[in-house]
């Protein structure tokens, strides 16, 4: 129990002071092994950080981060939204559907929730001013139709969430893609609720031949997910192959299709790539020590004795106040290193299914990236639209409260999460 507390409260120490979470996470694991553990060498520490990110699945995340930030570079979300637009803008609400849909579509290809925002967020507002929504339900549908990215597949923490806990990736993206589906009929939902009540005028009809244009403009890039996914499920490639494939594919349409880029300009993207890759590779392997010695001073087996008499509901309500409060001050990435090792067991001894628990972790992150102080998509927002901090904050709120009633129904009501991976199971 000694090593328990001295890992959590120099952590804490650690970050509170200001220290990259990284390291917060290495050094206490390192000087536990020094001061409490006999027997063990310290070259065990580099030997369980490197095994941490030694994986041949793991290498598909740098791969979709490339992938997600090639296609941030290009055309290939104007064109989703293109395409859109023409399918549904002419409905009650259209416009708001059109960016949940098209974040939706973006997410499939890109996995990445932020790249969705600074990607597709200046031609979202264009469209939802021009169609008279205000600006502060723009900016919270934006943000949130943005996060919703992060649950399909191949969403990046869905990745790192496999990698941590050993769970199918297969299985967390078929969850994945069930989840944000509903969460996106969700968001639709709302914003033609909030057409409806604003009185937002109907533009336009629907054309065919705009909706046949859009199409054929649009066919190169609606091809991405079907190759990533398809691929997957149809058991031709691994998660890690799709991705490599992905990659080379929007590399092939983005520079010699629609040359939205030089091919000379993949290197300054593949630098920025690597920057974020690196970021969250070192927390993998970092994490990696940290619950390696966690294990070994038996914190995972204490919280498993102090959550036996605990109901499952009120586990799942404690778990998912953990992961909201830490991400208001740190992102989710790192939410997940040091958070998932510790929980995964109690949730194993509950029978919960993992791949669900993983979704349920990555739409807390996704929350969090759009909750104050720290969330992310807040200052992105902030950015992107030039706005204050402060109106970042009352764009997003009704858009949180939307989004954790989402979160309590997929929670307590996993029929609902699950629909898609038991449909599959009834045709089987």
Sequence with gaps: MTTGVFLVMMMIALLFIGFPVFVALAMPAALAIHLFITGVEPTIVVQRMISGVNSFTLLSLPLFVLLADIIARGVMG???????????????????????????????????????????????????????YDDIFSYGLISTSSSLSSLIPPGVAMILYATITGTSVQDVFLVGLSMGIVFGVILAA????????????????????????????????????????????????????????????ALIIEVFVYRSFKLKEIFSIAIESAKTSTMILVLISAGTIMSWVMTIAQIPQTVGQLLLNVPDSMVLLIITLVFITLGMFIDGFSAMVIMVPILFPVIQRMGMDPALFGLLIVLNTAIGTNTPPFGIHIFAGVSKFNVSYITMVRALMPFVILSLISLLIFTYMPGVALWLPNLLKFFS
């Design 78 to 132: 104007e064109k989703i939204i293109n395409l859109t637009k023409e399918m549904v803008g002419h409905l009650k609400g259209g416009i708001a559907i059109t960016v949940v849909l098209a974040s939706l579509v973006f997410g499939a290809i890109s996995g990445s929730g932020t790249a969705s925002m600074l990607a597709l967020g200046s031609v979202f507002l264009v469209a939802l001013r021009q169609s008279n």
């Design 190 to 249: 709302y914003g033609v609720f909030y057409a409806v009540k604003n009185k937002i005028p109907v533009t336009g009809k629907f054309n065919l031949k705009a909706f046949l244009k859009s199409l054929k403009e649009g066919f190169w890039t609606i091809i991405a997910p079907v190759l990533i996914l398809g691929g997957i499920y149809g058991g031709f490639v691994t998660p890690t192959e799709a991705a490599a494939l992905a990659v080379v594919y």
